[in-house]
């Protein structure tokens, strides 16, 4: 099983939907939780950063971590054009302890297209 | 400006050739990482530093060296490059890991190319 997948794209929706993106882990002590956004040929970006069960609103982007569940998911209310772009999960795995705190584990990154 | 500094931008080098590829902050970040992102892929972790001196290994360290004598530069070293590590490299600082709002700061990328 792979340490972290995320939903395969690319997704498509509508300016003004709601984009939802998910991603499901596997290790479960993992306690720190991120996602990203690159647009195309730029660098990655932090866009929400989540650590306790439940929803974390910011703006426009919502994330939802489900740790007995093993997923973390990223809503985009009233998506834009502007939002189109490949969202990259991300957490520290817990499994090494110690200094691994520094590792950081992405997903495969999901393909979002908002269209007009 | 805060800003992380990759150089060089692209490069295209033959097997076996020794090449540094250099990462500088300017915002006294203890936290430095490397990551390679490859088609399909999405980022993968290569090396990464708690501080001056303090470097582990990611999911693919594997021909490659780092090395953080000062806090702005952690360079990434490929002591003998070969095909399969033609990839798109980046590299990030942040004060700490996981802290929140303490987002990584990614560079502009260093596009490798090893024929």
């Known amino acids: 099983q792979k340490e972290v997948e995320q939903n395969s794209g690319p997704l498509s929706v509508p300016e003004g939907a709601i984009a939802s993106l998910n991603c499901t882990y596997s290790?479960?002590?993992?306690?720190?939780f991120f996602w990203y956004r690159q647009y195309s040929g730029k660098s990655p970006e932090l866009i929400m950063s989540?650590?306790?069960?439940g929803d974390k609103e910011d703006g426009r982007f919502t994330a939802q971590l489900n740790k007995a569940s093993q997923y973390v998911s990223l809503l985009i209310r009233d998506s834009q054009p502007s939002d189109s772009a490949t969202y990259l999960c991300?957490?520290?795995?817990?499994?090494?302890?110690?200094?691994?705190?520094?590792?950081?584990?992405f997903g495969q990154g999901t393909i979002l297209t908002v269209h007009p | 400006e805060a800003q992380v500094t990759q150089n060089p931008r692209y490069l295209i080098t033959v097997t076996g050739k020794k090449l540094t590829v250099t990462c500088s902050q300017n915002?006294?970040?203890?936290?430095m990482s490397w990551y390679r992102q490859d088609p399909g892929l999405g980022l993968r972790q290569i090396y990464y530093?708690?501080?001056?001196?303090?470097?582990d290994k990611g999911d693919v360290p594997e021909g490659y060296k780092v090395s953080r004598k000062e806090k702005r530069n952690f360079p990434l070293i490929l002591e003998s490059p070969s095909p399969n590590q033609t990839s798109l490299y980046f590299c990030?600082?942040?004060?700490?890991?996981?802290?929140?709002?303490?987002?990584?700061?990614f560079g502009d990328g260093t596009r490798l190319s090893i024929l």
């Open positions: 990030a600082s942040s004060p700490l890991l996981g802290a929140d709002n303490q987002p990584q700061h």
């Open positions: 290790d479960r002590g993992s306690q720190s």
């Open positions: 989540i650590y306790s069960n």
């Open positions: 991300a957490f520290v795995p817990a499994y090494a302890g110690g200094t691994s705190y520094g590792k950081l584990t």
């Open positions: 915002m006294n970040h203890e936290y």
């Open positions: 530093s708690m501080n001056v001196e303090v470097t």
